[in-house]
């Protein structure tokens, strides 16, 4: 099984990114897919999630109106297009594969959002 996240870097405040997640090892199309993320000191903390069949999407608070996660089944992938970025959005961020007790980790990709 592996994660790969692809897409990080360092933005200006209000700028976009979008990250990528490629999977394999295991069926994406019937897993749950989410984004979490962990700054500097501070525990790690889910950003948003895309369900299987049908694709519900939830979101944290935080991030609502400017991240938006997608997922594309044929190429195994998970999106998260993150815009309008502010200097607290900067983090580790991880894609997260569940299917009930199942649960997958990719290595994260680091964010900073900086002048």
């Known amino acids: 099984v592996q994660l790969v996240e692809s897409g990080g870097g360092l933005v200006q405040p209000g700028g976009s990114l979008r990250l990528s997640c490629v999977a394999s090892?295991?069926?994406?199309?019937?897993?749950?897919m989410s984004w979490y993320r962990q700054a500097p000191g501070k525990g790690r903390d889910v950003v948003a999630s895309i369900f299987p069949f049908g694709g519900t999407t939830n979101y944290a608070d935080s991030v609502k109106g400017r991240f938006t996660i997608s997922r594309d089944n044929a190429k195994k992938t998970v999106y998260l297009q993150m815009n309008s970025l502010k200097p607290d959005d900067t983090a580790v961020y991880y894609c997260n594969a569940q299917y009930v007790d199942l649960r997958y980790w990719g290595k994260g990709t680091l964010v900073t959002v900086s002048a």
């Open positions: 090892g295991f069926t994406f199309s019937s897993y749950v």
